[in-house]
């Protein structure tokens, strides 16, 4: 009969994922792990696998997790502009305020581990997707609702908003002077009039 599990496996993703957050997949090491996680090195392998599957796990973890989700937001029924604001005006808050310079961990992931980790890029890309899925669809929706000029592109707005967003989240790492993230996010919104 095996042995009962002396820890809440729920729990210790939960802290992998702050650690992986913090640090990055490289600078994180199977110690650094032990330590953070209290648990032992073989405990890790037989519950979530090597060092990559934990890190795929918090990953997953990460995005499964987001509050508010986006794409909820962009699909709830009534005006979509005043949705699409709020949501390039929180990301530039957001990235303007990261003290702590953890940032996004899909933008850590992608700066880090992509292209040479395929299934790292295909999650960073499934989530880039979704939200540029959402975008048009919320865009194309305020098109029909004559939110939004019919002269204007909603996929291609989307794209750039999506690009916005997620720059923004590189840039916020760095500390950036007040008031460049909000002006970049007007100035995309500009485009939306």
């Known amino acids: 009969m ?27 090491s199977m110690s650094d792990l032990v330590e953070h ?7 890790i392998y037989a519950t979530f696998g090597s060092k990559r599957d934990l890190y795929l796990k918090a990953l997953e973890r990460y995005l499964e997790s987001q509050k508010p989700n986006p794409i909820e937001e962009l699909s709830q029924p009534g005006p979509v502009l005043p949705a699409v604001r709020e949501l390039v005006r929180r990301y530039a808050a957001e ?16 700066v880090e581990l992509v292209p040479e980790d395929r299934l790292v890029t295909r999650r960073v890309q499934a989530s880039w997707d979704a939200i540029e899925v959402a975008l048009t669809s919320a865009l194309t929706r305020a098109q029909a609702q004559g939110e ?6 909603p996929r291609a707005l989307a794209r750039m908003l999506l ?10 790492k760095g500390e950036p ?15 939306l009039d």
Request: aromatic share 4%.
């Open 148 to 153: 939004l000029d019919a002269s204007k592109n």
């Open 2 to 28: 095996g042995r009962v599990k002396e820890f809440d496996p729920d729990a210790v993703l939960q802290r992998a994922l702050e650690l992986f957050w913090q640090r990055g997949y490289e600078a994180t």
């Open 177 to 191: 002077p007040p008031g460049r993230l909000e002006d970049a996010a007007e100035q995309a919104l500009a485009l």
């Open 95 to 110: 990235s303007a305020s990261d003290l702590d310079g953890r940032g996004c961990m899909v933008v850590n992931a992608a």
């Open 163 to 172: 690009v916005l967003l997620q720059g923004m989240r590189v840039v916020g």
């Open 37 to 43: 996680l209290g648990i032992g090195r073989a405990s």
